[in-house]
Structure formats: C-alpha cells, structure tokens
C-alpha cells in the first residue's frame, strides 16, 4: 500500500481503497491527529478503519465485538488469492503484530472482565492497583501473550476474540471487508 504518511491527497487515496473494498466512508469532519491527514474513515459493522502510513488499522471498541478465535483463525489460514503460497494472516496481521503469527499465539484477547479475574487469581496470579487520573482501579497485571499460553495450554478456558487487525494490502483490505461481512450475516 501506498505510504500515506504527510499526504495532504490522503483522502482521496483511502476512498478509492475503501471503495474497491466496499467498505462505507464516513466523514469525521476534521483531520485527525495521527501520522496520515485524513478525514475519512470505513466502517463495517462495529469495525472502524483508518489509514496508517502503509496499512490499514481495523479495530472494534469492545472485546466481545471482535472476531472470534475460531473464526480469527478460519481467516488467518486462508489462502491468499492472488498469491496461494501465502496465508492471508500475513497481510491481515492480528492484534497489529508485526510477525504476523497465528491469533491464537497473539491477537486473540477475552473479554477482560470479573470472571477472567477470578480465573486467573485461582491460576495464582495477584491483583494490583493502578492509579488512572484521580481513581485507582484494581487490574491483574498479564500480557497477551500470557493468556494465549494458558489458553493454549488448558489452563485457562474463555473465550477469545480479536479486536484490532493491521492490513497491509489492498487485496487484504478486500478479503478482509468479504469476511468481516460473511460473518455478521451468518450471525443474524
């Protein structure tokens, strides 16, 4: 994908790959701060995409919105199109990772909740106080990657969803859009 960083024609390059996606623009009104001018955004669904400097930035706001593991895994392993020696996962990248493995190594996140708490405190793990302006909230310091291993391992059962996907090529960008749409057809 074209580096868009600094374009001051970036909006009309995120159209034309939105279109060809078939994806819908929204118009947020003013340029947001970020690395690319832009004014337009896509949208599927919960899904909200804006253009990175080379890639394309899919997110959800709520953890269970996401794509579910078995269906994150589903796209991660498909062929790609255009080229059957690679899988699409490569430039439909979960979780933004730049390695680009498998959701269910990293990407893949529960729904970080009451219940999740309190499987992980019978795992052994301590709750911990952060301070977040004036409050300070309680949270159970693990990474990503931490959760996957005991999932992975059967140590810990939720369910895992991914929420934010870093698309690297048009023909990503389409696939993407077709299977994001599949599902939340199959879902009603």
Not at 62 to 78: Q, R, V, Y
Not at 90 to 96: A, E, H, K, N, Y
Not at 154 to 183: M, P, T, W
Request: glycine share 8%.
């Amino acid at each position: 994908m074209r580096n868009l960083a600094g374009d001051s024609d970036a909006d009309l390059f995120i159209k034309e790959e939105l279109y060809l996606a078939d994806i819908e623009q929204l118009e947020v009104g003013k340029r947001e701060h970020s690395e690319v001018p832009y004014t337009v955004i896509g949208r599927i669904g919960y899904w909200r995409f804006r253009r990175a400097w080379t890639y394309w930035v899919a997110t959800v706001e709520n953890d269970i919105m996401g794509l579910p593991l078995k269906e994150a895994l589903e796209l991660h392993n498909t062929p790609n199109p255009v080229n059957p020696d690679q899988i699409l996962g490569q430039v439909i990248r979960s979780g933004g990772h730049a390695g680009a493995p498998s959701p269910d190594e990293y990407g893949a996140q529960p729904d970080y909740n009451d219940e999740l708490d309190s499987k992980l405190l019978e795992l052994g793990y301590e709750m911990k106080e952060i301070k977040i302006g004036d409050e300070i909230k309680p949270y159970i310091p693990i990474t990503v990657g931490e959760v996957s291993e005991l999932c992975n391992s059967g140590k810990l059962d939720v369910e895992r969803y991914v929420k934010c996907y870093h698309v690297d090529s048009q023909v990503g960008l389409n696939e993407f859009a077709k299977f994001i749409k599949k599902f939340y057809i199959s879902k009603k």
